[in-house]
């Protein structure tokens, strides 16, 4: 079973940053395909970036392209999603996730393991 743990949220002005960390246990990290989601309030789950287990290409929402980039590191079993020029609709439960799929996983319900998550809230 892997755990997954966020940390890193917390309250910023907008234009500013914040690097989110998600730590794993229970499994071997280099086995699974990483992807950072973000819930607002009233909206669906959605995907705002993924790697690959062994890093290298990218996946990226519209929304964050170019502002955000996720990375990892397979010896420290983390993966990382830094956040720049946030914006408030930025404003989310950021949470990462773990997959067994091959590649790029794009696919919500191709994840297996989720964090609990961590609040981002963006101020105006």
């Known amino acids: 079973q892997v755990q997954l743990v966020e940390s890193g949220g917390g309250l910023v002005q907008a234009g500013g940053s914040l690097r989110l960390s998600c730590a794993t246990s229970?499994?071997?990290?280099?086995?699974?395909?990483m992807g950072w989601f973000r819930q607002a309030p009233g909206k669906e789950r959605e995907l705002v970036a993924a790697?690959?287990?062994?890093?290298?290409?990218?996946y990226y929402a519209d929304s964050v392209k170019g502002r955000f980039t996720i990375s990892r590191d397979n010896a420290k079993n983390t993966v990382y999603l830094q956040m720049d020029s946030l914006k408030p609709e930025d404003t989310a439960v950021y949470y990462c996730?773990?997959?067994?799929?091959?590649?790029?996983?794009?696919?919500?319900?191709?994840?297996?393991?989720w964090g609990q998550g961590t609040q981002v809230t963006v101020s105006s």
């Open positions: 996730a773990a997959s067994r799929a091959l590649g790029i996983v794009v696919v919500t319900a191709a994840y297996n393991y």
């Open positions: 229970g499994g071997t990290f280099s086995d699974y395909a």
């Open positions: 790697i690959p287990w062994r890093g290298g290409y990218t």
